[in-house]
């Protein structure tokens, strides 16, 4: 009877593990690379991030430009489209045949969303001719099968100008409708990251070194067993609603580490547009080994709650004994757009505007007094001027003698 109890020991704890790995790794991704700057960042995560690809992580590269895809490493998939128009040379950094191309194969790109995912990241530079002009096509099409979704946007440098830039804040207005939540990295941030003497290669590999390592952090929220674990419902609570602004941020940090350090590192990104604070839904994990003290837990979740108030925050624990005493956190928060701060913003900008007027209307005021008074002075040098002339013609008139004087009168 012993032996039987034992079997029956074993064989429990065998469906117990049968019936968890299977929920711990449900959730299934799809990155999705759109153009030739997303395509290399895609390229880029595939390579770091290779480990996840046993957990239902999808790369894709998509582009109207055939020689760009065949240039990507074989192992990442690659979808071709447009070619009917671009011929497979790209768009020329025309957004409008971007647009174009990617309507004329709306049919052809429902292939990137017919296997079951359950969560579709869309990563494209905008500004150029592909990833401006096909993201929102791409976008609205994900919103109508009702799919969730997150966008990971890059903006142009500002020395790439105006035209480029505004393309990018157009398409952006358009992108945002279509996806539940969306982060912008500003390559104008590189310049915080970057050395003076570093090459654009280079510089460009450090904004997707901070982006991988950020998304790192998210997959390994997503598929390690946590003793609190996070799950699918958790993150879908973070992305509940429309165009919401997303922060994404991670941290390798000691555990005696100041707490102050932490939150800096932490609640800082120097990649991200939009700040942390005021989020209104908050998910962060923490990985660490079995010794990490409970006031160090509490001293990090009050500092998110402190700049974050009013959020519903959602909180997982991962035991690493490899860690020993490393600590490893990532954050990932959204906001509804129309957070107090870029009101804050706006209102700051009105009273510039009115402080720059008044400032305008003083100096103007001052410019006219300087007028008047630069007008007197010429008027008494004129009047001096005459005032001398009458003198001296005056003086004149008695030089010549009297007899001729009153000829001349």
Known sequence: MIKKTKKK????KKETQKEIEPNLKKIRIKIIGVGGGGGNIVSELSKKLKDFSAHKVDFVAVNTDSQALNSLPRALKTFSFGNKITKGLGTGRNLEIGEKAAREDMEKMKELFSEDRDLYIFISSLGGGTGTGATPILTKMAEDMGLSTIGIFTTPFLFEGKKKMDASVKALEKIKENVNAYMVLPNEKIFALAKEDISFADSLNLLNARLSESLEGLLRTVYSPGLINIDWADIKTILEGKKKIAYLNFARVKSGQNIEEIAKLLLKSPILEYPFENADNVMFNVE??????????????????????????????????????????????????????????????????????????????EVEKEVEVRRSALDIKEEEKMKEKEEEEEEKIYEIPAFLRKNKK
């Open 9 to 12: 020991k074993i064989i429990v």
């Open 288 to 365: 660490a080994s079995k010794d990490l003290s409970l006031q160090m837990l509490s001293q990090i979740s009050e500092k998110i709650s402190e700049l974050s108030p009013n959020a519903r925050i959602i909180f997982g624990l991962t035991q690493n004994p490899k860690f020993k005493n490393d600590i490893r956190i990532t954050i990932f928060a959204t906001a509804e757009e129309n957070i107090e701060k870029p009101k804050k913003k706006k209102a700051i900008k009105k009273i510039v505007k009115k402080v720059s007027k008044v400032k305008e209307e003083k100096k103007e005021e």
